[in-house]
């Protein structure tokens, strides 16, 4: 999950469906998709399911004290 949270952090948001495809082996299946706010991740294994949302952070404008 390293390259993911990577991933995320360099807003490569393409290296996801790849890192998390090669992954899931045993009959797990992957989907994602992204909208302006979010990332959506859902992992199935027969019955069983996974559903993770991970936050798209938008750059921080920072202002110096001094400006």
């Known amino acids: 999950m390293f390259t993911v949270a990577q991933a995320m952090e360099n807003k490569q948001y ?3 469906t790849p890192t998390l495809s090669k992954m899931a082996t045993n009959g ?3 989907n994602t ?3 302006d706010n979010n990332v959506y991740v859902s992992l199935r294994d027969g019955d069983a399911s ?3 949302i991970l936050p798209r952070v938008p750059g921080q404008i920072g202002v110096w004290p001094n400006a």
């Open 14 to 16: 393409t290296e996801i």
């Open 28 to 30: 797990i299946k992957v």
């Open 33 to 35: 998709a992204m909208d």
């Open 50 to 52: 996974k559903f993770i």
